[in-house]
């Protein structure tokens, strides 16, 4: 903590209460190893109180069915602005940024990132920019911490297994073009992206995917704050992030 984090913490429980941020201090707190799941270890942040399920029912949670009912209507315009965009202009890609290692054969195109919408992505992806914005960004459910982009494997690329950093959001696949041969692994169990529908699962827990098909696999991937996070430890949680990487020269 830092008098910047003090003095944000302080102002969130002025307005929400002195209790609304106990969850957040608990994750605070050294020696919390006991709180999380096993195939959690890997992850830095675990806030508590969280369920701990890997596989979420992407209907399960009203704050976040609007957007996946959206996205799944809408898939066929989707996949063929993809398409286009990865045909016509692949400049717009870029080899994915993950932390564990910069992957070749890992594409992405970005349609929110640092905080914002990206505004090419209205014109390289229109209704999946349309859709994003309107029931993840305007609503608020999208975690500003982190992204929204198409994710391509090309074939033969595996994202080996590994914990993402904290629990307090999840990620959301639109499965928009699925070869044969494609899994995805969280938690040791195995599935399928069925085109055309959503698969979301929290990335704490240990996950890896794989592209053993003979063409791209693609999805749109959104990171979303876990739904039974409060908005004051959204709050939070921003404050406190947002400072870690301004000390570590990331901002």
């Known amino acids: 903590m830092t008098p910047e984090t003090d003095a944000a913490f302080d102002a969130i429980r002025a307005e929400f209460g002195p209790d609304s941020l106990a969850r957040v201090e608990a994750m605070l707190k050294p020696g919390r190893e006991g709180d999380r799941h096993p195939l959690q270890k890997g992850a830095k942040w675990i806030l508590p109180g969280l369920s701990q399920i890997p596989w979420h029912d992407p209907y399960g949670h009203p704050e976040l069915a609007p957007l996946v009912k959206e ?75 982190l992204e929204s ?9 595996a994202v080996p297994p590994h914990c993402d950093l904290w629990n307090f959001s999840i990620n959301l696949h639109l499965a928009v073009d699925i070869p044969e041969g494609c899994s995805l692994t969280v938690a040791g169990e195995t599935r399928s992206w069925e085109e055309g529908r959503c698969l979301l699962f929290d990335y704490s827990f240990q996950h890896e995917a794989r592209n053993d098909g003979d063409r791209p696999r693609t999805c749109l991937l ?27 020269g990331e901002m």
Not at 149 to 157: E, I, K, N, R, V
Not at 230 to 235: A, F, H, I, K, V
């Open 71 to 145: 996205l799944e209507a809408h898939h066929r315009a989707i996949k063929s602005e993809l398409t286009e965009a990865w045909t016509r202009r692949r400049d717009a890609f870029s080899d994915y940024e993950h932390y564990l290692t910069r992957q070749h054969n890992w594409q992405a195109l970005y349609l929110y990132r640092d905080g914002g919408i990206v505004p090419e992505s209205a014109v390289t992806a229109p209704t999946a920019h349309r859709v994003l914005k309107e029931f993840a960004v305007d609503t608020r459910t999208i975690c500003p911490l």
């Open 222 to 248: 959104v990171d979303l704050w876990h739904p039974e996070t409060t908005p004051p430890e959204r709050l939070a949680l921003v404050a406190l992030i947002t400072e870690v990487r301004r000390l570590m």
């Open 149 to 157: 982009h198409f994710s391509t494997l090309l074939p033969g690329a």
